[in-house]
């Protein structure tokens, strides 16, 4: 069964740094893309970024490009999603997926983690 | 970036189908399959998977769900709707970065 756990959420101050981190079980981890995709409360779905199979290629939306980094530990099945310089904005449930793909280069966000709720505020 | 959009609420009764639909502001087709993915969330929780590339059902999920469409007008149907099919529906296109997704539609017991 896939199963993935988000931790590290919590208050913390705009202009300062956390450090999510979502563990991965159940399917081999270094075969899949991954990505973090948020929800603000009360409002819809919004991809943060994504990471290759193998860490070489990242993406982010242009909102966090500069302040967060996504990164992976395939020997630990483990991604990351360094946050720096957080704005009241990035107040969100953040969600740890995992991207299933066919050789046209689609892909989707097949399995969800339960969630980690960062709240940014002084 | 591509925007998608979906009509807030949609008022259904039980056992009637539902219709959900989602346009996009560019075509999201490519090499003849869409990148067009639906996604349902109930309160509290994770979403969850539906449709992928536009009509392909995802695994464990029941048959009354289907989704068509391609290039900028995609439709996801219920049918028939139950009970527990009370819930929020997403529309996602993986085409371009940044991917994106529709604000959303509330399903509602009529």
């Known amino acids: 069964e896939v199963q993935l756990v988000e931790s590290g959420g919590g208050l913390v101050q705009p202009g300062r740094s956390m450090k999510l981190s979502c563990a991965a079980s159940g399917f081999t981890f270094s075969n899949y893309g991954m990505a973090w995709v948020r929800q603000a409360p009360t409002k819809g779905l919004e991809w943060v970024a994504t990471?290759?199979?193998?860490?070489?290629?990242?993406y982010y939306r242009d909102s966090v490009k500069g302040r967060f980094t996504i990164s992976r530990d395939n020997a630990k099945s483990t991604l990351y999603l360094q946050m720096n310089s957080l704005r009241s904005e990035d107040t969100a449930t953040y969600y740890c997926t995992r991207e299933d793909f066919d050789y046209s280069s689609s892909h989707w966000f097949a399995y969800w983690g339960q969630g980690t709720l960062v709240t940014v505020s002084s | 970036d591509i925007v998608l959009t979906q009509s807030p609420a949609l008022a259904v009764s039980l056992e009637q189908r539902a219709t959900i639909s989602c346009k996009t502001s560019q075509n999201v087709d490519n090499y003849g399959i869409s990148y067009m993915h639906w996604y349902q969330q109930k309160p509290g929780q994770q979403p969850k998977l539906l449709i992928y590339e536009g009509s392909n059902l995802a695994s464990g999920i029941p048959a009354r769900f289907s989704g068509s469409g391609s290039g900028t007008d995609f439709t996801l149907t219920i049918d028939p709707v139950e009970a527990d099919d009370i819930a929020t529906y997403y529309c996602q296109q993986s085409k371009d970065y940044p991917n994106t997704f529709g604000a959303g539609t509330k399903l509602e017991l009529k």
């Open positions: 990471i290759s199979y193998d860490g070489s290629s990242t």
